[in-house]
């Protein structure tokens, strides 16, 4: 919870706004930011994960490692200097080194009873990610004993991406070189924004001079991809402002950008005031603005020689540089999860852990598992899930599915694959299934058609 001072602050920030942040055109109906998750992270939705398929996993464990399935680890690291009044994540702010050490030895704890397992023992990872929270808010000593521990249980020899989320203001030189030494190959700054007025309302922590300084020695140190994050339409954001942020990022020439289009999910510091307020309108830009100011980067990074490879990312080289974790998951690879609040896939059954730091320390304090809930997936499910993410990335071949799962999908989405195609986001050419611009800038809500019916409707997806 952010404390008064940060509350107080907020208030009057979005007191002084308009609501909604209008675009060029205007405020267009039915358009607005109102509170919720849009981003479609996975399927079927969060909201139908239930405590009662907890055991399946427990169950799946006991059984025989599988051959060819790809084996993904995420650790999440929720701890930060600041909450951002748009973080929806399990983060805390209050933290002193014995507890966050503490922490840490219960995340190795967790992943040595995971280790032992017969699913999981034996294999080695593909990919490691870590998130949070800052995974660069810990200290040089505490990640070289974090990953010296992890590496023990399941060595890295054989792994293709470690990718590590940053905070500028965490980041040192010392800690730049151990980041690179322990084996991270693809460094994600969350810039989000270069201007220091548009950082404070949104409350990000790290400020423009501490961007220039980390990401000019990250750099130097020649990690294989540097990743810079960006957000359209955050609070108080202009267009004269984004489109300084697109050039400034254009010229760092990172080996790539995401860009995510601003939301405001339930749990966050300005829905609350949102609430406090009577207001349903985030201060936040619209969805047209949003969509067009994404569509303007894009045009920008094309014009300087960068490639759209899905509805968040350029590349500078596509043959080069590619989102391992990201390909992996979207085909169903497996994924373990660790630390509070984590989730991951195993054996197509969906799981997340406890997602408050006091149940899940307990739970593995005492031996017992830490996961809250999950889901149990039948191949219907799996055969939607990899569809919809995988259309993400602008276009997916048919043949893939009928491969992999013995299911048609011109024929499985018939329905909704007109009904798209008729409103100009979907192509189709031969096996090739093809969004338009206009259809990748809007893709989470238009993969809502693919969704069984009972799914369509869920508060968080």
Not at 6 to 16: D, G, N, P, Y
Not at 305 to 322: I, Q, R
Not at 444 to 455: C, G, I, T, V
Request: glycine share 6%; with cysteine; hydrophobic share 35%.
């Amino acid at each position: 919870m952010p404390d008064n001072e940060t509350q107080t602050s907020l208030r009057e920030t979005l007191a002084q706004l308009k609501t909604p942040v209008e675009g060029a055109h205007g405020v267009e109906s039915m358009t607005e930011t109102e509170a919720g998750n849009y981003f479609v992270a996975n399927y079927p939705p969060f909201s139908f994960w239930t405590k009662e398929a907890v055991p399946e996993v427990h169950r799946l464990l006991e059984t025989e490692a599988p051959k060819d399935l790809p084996l993904g680890l995420y650790f999440h690291i929720p701890f930060c200097r600041k909450r951002c009044h748009f973080c929806y994540f399990r983060v805390y702010t209050d933290k002193n080194a014995g507890e966050i050490k503490a922490y840490l030895d219960a995340a190795i704890k967790e992943f040595e009873i995971y280790a032992a397992k017969p699913y999981l023992a034996g294999r080695k990872p593909k990919f490691v990610y870590f998130g949070g929270g800052t995974p660069s808010y810990l200290s040089v000593d505490q990640l070289n004993d974090l990953t010296g521990r992890m590496k023990d249980l399941m060595p890295w020899d054989e792994t293709e991406e470690v990718a590590f989320e940053c905070e500028p203001g965490t980041l040192t030189e010392k800690k730049l070189e151990n980041i690179r030494k322990i084996g991270v190959t693809r460094l994600s700054l969350g810039v989000e924004n270069f201007d220091d007025r548009i950082l404070e309302l949104n409350g990000r922590a790290h400020r423009s001079k501490e961007i220039e300084r980390a990401y000019r020695f990250a750099k130097s140190l020649d990690f294989p991809q540097l990743n810079i994050d960006l957000i359209a339409g955050m609070i108080d954001e202009t267009e004269d402002n984004w489109k300084r942020c697109v050039d400034k990022a254009i010229s760092l020439d990172p080996e790539c950008v995401t860009i995510y289009q601003m939301e405001v999910p339930y749990n966050t510091t300005i829905y609350k005031e949102m609430q406090a307020s009577g207001k349903l309108t985030a201060p936040v830009a619209n969805w047209p603005t949003k969509r067009r100011w994404v569509d303007y980067a894009f045009g920008e990074f094309e014009k300087a020689g960068y490639t759209v490879t899905s509805a968040y990312t350029v590349v500078k080289n596509p043959e080069k540089v590619k989102f391992v974790y990201r390909d992996y998951l979207w085909e169903g690879a497996d994924l373990l999860p660790l630390g509070v609040a984590s989730f991951g896939a195993l054996g197509g059954i969906h799981l997340q852990n406890q997602a408050d730091v006091g149940p899940y320390m307990m739970a593995i304090d005492k031996g017992e598992s830490a996961i809250f809930r999950a889901y149990v997936t039948n191949e219907d499910e799996r055969l939607i899930r990899e569809f919809i993410l995988q259309l993400k990335l602008g276009r997916t071949n048919a043949g893939y599915y009928r491969q992999k799962f013995g299911v048609d999908p011109l024929v499985r989405f018939a329905q909704p694959l007109a009904y798209l195609k008729d409103e100009g986001f979907i192509s189709v050419e031969g096996d090739e299934i093809i969004l338009s611009r206009d259809g990748l800038l809007q893709v989470d809500r238009l993969l809502h058609e693919f969704f069984l019916s009972h799914h369509r409707h869920a508060r968080y997806t």
